[in-house]
């Protein structure tokens, strides 16, 4: 099945950890995304990608970082200088449209 | 900048009413509009969405929305809501650079 996965389902960070959340496509788009969802404010976009070896900052890029060596794969690490990390986050991939489709998500929650 | 309101932030319906959820946009140029869908934990999943041509645009589900550029609009409706049809909706408009901005959400409601 063609689709977008993310790992883990849960993640717990304590206080000053990095984490890495996982996000995996194998519908071969180019352009990939990440967004923070918090309740009540919609999706806030991080960064994103739109080809190998490069990507953007979007809104919020404060207290995170990505890396794109892989068309396939997407990471992106939640640094300790994100002072409230505890969060929904959602990864989302497109091809030569302007759709994005979306992952299942991971929820961080620093303890 | 580009920018999406969804005016209510939870709406009730009955099962088996009509249901249409609000979005206004704000966009210079003739718009990308989406609409998608996301239960409890999940992530999202795509209804409809509207490039150019007919502005009433048929999705999954059921659904459909209308595009008045006249009104900045893109509302979606459902004739007649299914208690499986309880989730948080989302308005999105295409922004420069492939990327989307979404409104702050609808949660529906279904009485029994």
């Known amino acids: 099945d063609g689709g977008i996965t993310q790992s883990p389902k849960y993640l717990f960070r304590k206080e000053g950890q990095n984490v890495t959340l996982s996000c995996e496509q194998n519908?071969?788009?180019?352009?990939m995304y990440w967004y923070r969802q918090d309740p009540g404010q919609g999706l806030r976009l991080i960064y994103y990608?739109?080809?190998?070896?490069?990507?953007q900052k979007g809104d919020i890029a404060e207290g995170y970082s990505v890396s794109r060596e892989k068309k396939e794969s997407f990471p992106l690490t939640v640094t300790s200088a994100q002072k409230n990390p505890t969060a929904f986050y959602l990864c989302a991939s497109s091809g030569g449209t302007d759709t994005q489709y979306f992952g299942p998500g991971t929820r961080l929650t620093v303890l | 900048a580009q920018s999406v309101t969804q005016p209510d932030i939870h709406i009730t319906v009955s099962e088996g009413a009509s249901l249409e959820l609000r979005c206004n946009y704000s966009?210079?140029?003739?718009?990308?509009l989406f609409w998608y869908v996301q239960s409890p934990g999940q992530g999202l999943q795509l209804l409809l969405k509207y490039f150019s041509g007919d502005t009433l645009v048929q999705g999954i589900k059921g659904f459909e929305a209308e595009f008045k550029r006249s009104q900045s609009s893109f509302n979606l409706r459902k004739p007649s809501v299914h208690w499986s049809d309880a989730a948080e909706y989302f308005c999105?408009?295409?922004?420069?650079?492939?990327?989307?901005?979404f409104g702050a959400g609808t949660i529906l409601r279904v009485k029994s």
């Open positions: 519908l071969n788009h180019d352009a």
């Open positions: 999105a408009v295409g922004a420069d650079g492939n990327k989307l901005v």
């Open positions: 990608s739109q080809i190998v070896n490069d990507f």
């Open positions: 966009y210079g140029a003739t718009p990308y």
